[in-house]
């Protein structure tokens, strides 16, 4: 039979720990509040924006000032898988280092073993699983979550827009979680350049969206669509925000859960051995009485 004080030490600390549990549970939920309800109302502007771009790079698909939606030969690829900072959020992170490598073992072991596979991780998880492992880092970003905003996005994607048309990647594909719910993420591949064009039925005619343009196509493209752009990442990175808090909210709410049935099972194992302990002191008790007797 297990030890009084052993037993006794255990509840307390598998107390604690779900004190730690619920409170983390909370936090969780707060935030998760706070950023579910910015992706949900983010979400239909980015939509139509999306869909202005692929239109508008379609009607200029053969012309010079298409620089976004240049479709080149698959040779040097740039991966960004957003992961958390943090732990204690389920299979969260596991999720998108998985999903990465598995995106590169199936589609782009050619160009990685060529060394044209580039990864430039968003979040400290990510980072550290890519780094210790000797793949191709370009660069990262770890601190975009501290204050998660539209401005601390617009840097990130001057780089992979600018690394484009260059020519320093042919595409540059974002790994990340989409928000479905608290308990819902989708694991999502979503490129980001080249601009994906609409699909069009070889046997029918494209008939694109009739534009008036204001002041001319190239002001457009060189102001609406970069913004777009911006957007568009600004958008998977707050869908990956979102998701980490629901994953950790979700996490920690069965952690406490767990806790609190070790806690039933402790302490009936606490009173069994009591009860124990008081008929151990009984029997002795009776057998003294009887041998004084």
């Not at 898988?81 to 732990?87: D, E, H, K, L, Y």
């Not at 808090?245 to 302490?267: F, P, Q």
């Amino acid at each position: 039979m297990a030890n009084l004080k052993e037993v006794r030490i255990r509840i307390d600390s598998v107390n604690s720990t779900r004190q730690i549990t619920s409170a983390m549970k909370m936090v969780a939920a707060s935030k998760l509040r706070k950023s579910q309800n910015a992706i949900t109302a983010m979400r239909p502007y980015s939509a139509k924006l999306q869909e202005l771009v692929q239109n508008l790079s379609k009607s200029m698909e053969h012309t010079s000032d298409g620089k976004y939606s240049v479709q080149r030969p698959a040779e040097r690829i740039l991966l960004v898988p957003v992961t958390s900072n943090r732990g204690l959020c389920g299979a969260f992170n596991t999720n998108v280092i998985r999903a990465t490598t598995k995106l590169i073992a199936e589609s782009y072991q050619q160009q990685f073993e060529a060394g044209n596979v580039s990864l430039f991780p968003i979040g400290k998880k990510g980072e550290e699983f890519f780094r210790t492992r000797n793949y191709k880092i370009l660069g990262s970003n770890i601190h975009v979550f501290d204050n998660l905003n539209f401005n601390a996005i617009v840097p990130i994607a001057d780089q992979f827009m600018k690394a484009f048309v260059d020519e320093e990647f042919d595409q540059i594909i974002f790994i990340y979680n989409q928000f479905k719910n608290a308990g819902t993420q989708i694991l999502m591949h979503e490129q980001l350049l080249p601009v994906e064009l609409p699909a069009v039925d070889e046997n029918e005619q494209y008939e694109g969206v009739d534009y008036l343009f204001e002041p001319d196509k190239a002001a457009i493209l060189d102001e609406l669509i970069p913004k777009t752009l911006k957007m568009q990442v600004y958008k998977m990175i707050l869908d990956s925000f979102a998701s980490e808090h629901g994953a950790r909210m979700i996490s920690m709410h069965k952690a406490t859960d767990n806790a609190t049935e070790m806690i039933k099972d402790l302490k009936l194992i606490y009173n069994k051995a009591r009860q124990a302990s008081i008929t151990n002191q009984i029997i002795e008790i009776v057998s003294g009485a009887n041998a004084l007797g």
